[in-house]
């Protein structure tokens, strides 16, 4: 007796990494509304350039990373941390505080619908 078994090994890995793409787009878009809220404004320089800092999901090293953040602002950082002269006013941190922990259930649904 001999029993048939059908493979789909390959459809479900590429699904699970399209589901992580995915799911990290949706949570690096996610914190840019929570950290466009706290940034401390006087240009509104800092406050636009979140938007333009996000890069989509890409493969890196075996793993999937997303970036999102300040990135052509040179004083960004400066107000993440603060400074000996001026306290810090984080803004991408707690951003990524809410939303990074949505991540695997972001994950968990997108894999479900079949991403």
């Known amino acids: 007796m001999s029993v048939k078994l059908t493979w789909y090994g390959d459809k479900i ?3 699970i990494e ?5 799911g990290i787009d949706e949570t690096t878009l996610a914190c ?3 950290a466009m809220s706290r940034v ?3 240009t509104g320089n800092l406050r636009r350039s979140i938007p333009r800092g ?12 997303g970036r999102w953040g300040s990135a052509d602002v040179n004083y960004a950082l400066w107000q993440e941390i603060g400074t000996a002269r001026m306290s810090a006013q984080p803004y991408l941190r ?3 505080q ?3 922990p949505k991540l695997a259930g972001r994950i ?4 479900a619908r079949g991403a």
């Open 18 to 22: 399209e589901a992580q793409r995915l």
């Open 108 to 111: 968990k649904k997108l894999f």
């Open 54 to 65: 996000h890069q989509p999901a890409r493969l890196e090293h075996g793993g999937w990373v």
């Open 40 to 42: 401390r404004v006087r």
């Open 98 to 100: 809410i939303e990074y």
């Open 13 to 15: 890995k590429k699904r």
């Open 94 to 96: 707690p951003a990524a």
């Open 32 to 34: 840019q509304d929570p």
